[in-house]
């Protein structure tokens, strides 16, 4: 039970890191395509994307990996104990 627990601690926080990290890619890309239209030139950068997502964007990941587990886990609680007052 434990490691499953554990295991699905980690595929939930790396799933949130690479939303993150999607996220920054996505708003990089918006960000350089105004720029774009405004002053003709693409200041797109992978640098600033990672640079980005390093200083802040995986603590939000984190966060959100370990939130999300803990939901999981209280409901699982809350599911057994309703089983065990019906028998």
Do not use: D, H, Q
Not at 48 to 57: D, E, Q
Not at 67 to 84: D, F, H, P, R
Request: glycine fraction near 8%; hydrophobic fraction near 55%; charged fraction near 20%.
């Amino acid at each position: 039970m434990l490691k499953n627990n554990i295991l699905t601690l980690m595929r939930l926080i790396f799933g949130c890191l690479v939303l993150f990290l999607i996220a920054n890619l996505i708003s990089e890309l918006l960000a350089s395509s105004i720029i774009y239209i405004k002053k003709s030139f693409f200041p797109f950068s992978w640098e600033r994307v990672f640079t980005s997502f390093f200083k802040s964007g995986y603590v939000g990941g984190v966060v959100l990996g370990i939130g999300l587990w803990i939901k999981i886990w209280l409901k699982e609680k809350k599911a057994k104990k309703g089983n065990k007052i019906i028998k």
